[in-house]
């Protein structure tokens, strides 16, 4: 059984490569950000409250996003693996997932480090493109990775959209939290000797290669 979590700075192609390896490995895919749009979509009180978050980029309190996970992967459909974008973003959600993994009877298996530097991030991110259709969130970018009719979602065919925290001062606010919090997730996962860095400058089906390379050897 695979369990891969995906730890990388925003525009380091996360969530590309999560969809990639999700549909090359027959795993559904589980992206934080995305479960998160789609509550605000409901309009709830709680989705009004992770809105707040989500424009101005900080992180979503963890007991919010601990009942988000624990959620979805009590669904029959993760019972043989997951691949997970978004989460866990801080050591403290990293021993949360663990116990919840536990719980299922389960464990992280591979924490795949996709590496970049800040300035990339940036570029990367300001030609990022999301479907606007929040259940299928598929990622896109203008130059690098085009869907085949501009502006429309190659899956769901509805419109794409930039997202409202990919402006200057979220993305900036974005890569200072990935700094502070998550990349001492690193440690924590070098530590149980899972984890595996990938440089995340090359093209997106050379860094899919490479990630591939070792869970297919596994
Ligand atoms: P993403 O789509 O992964 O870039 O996430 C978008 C936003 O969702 C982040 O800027 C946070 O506000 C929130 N978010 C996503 N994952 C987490 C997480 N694990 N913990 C807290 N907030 C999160």
Known sequence: MLNVIM???QGSGKGTQSELLSERLGLPMVSVGQLLRAETDRQTGLGREIDRYLKSGELVPSDII???IKDRLGDQDTDQGVVLDG???TVEQAET??????????HVTHAIYLDISDETAVNRISGRRVCSNHRCGLNYHATLNPPKREGVCDSCGHALTVREDDNPEAIRQRLSLFHEK?????????RRG???RFDGNKEIADVSRDILGILRDR
């Open 7 to 9: 730890i990388g700075p």
């Open 66 to 68: 601990r009942h988000v």
């Open 87 to 89: 989460y866990p973003r």
């Open 97 to 106: 997932l663990d116990e919840i993994m536990t719980g299922l009877n389960r």
């Open 182 to 190: 998550s990349q001492p997730l690193a440690d924590y996962y070098e």
């Open 194 to 196: 899972i984890l595996h």
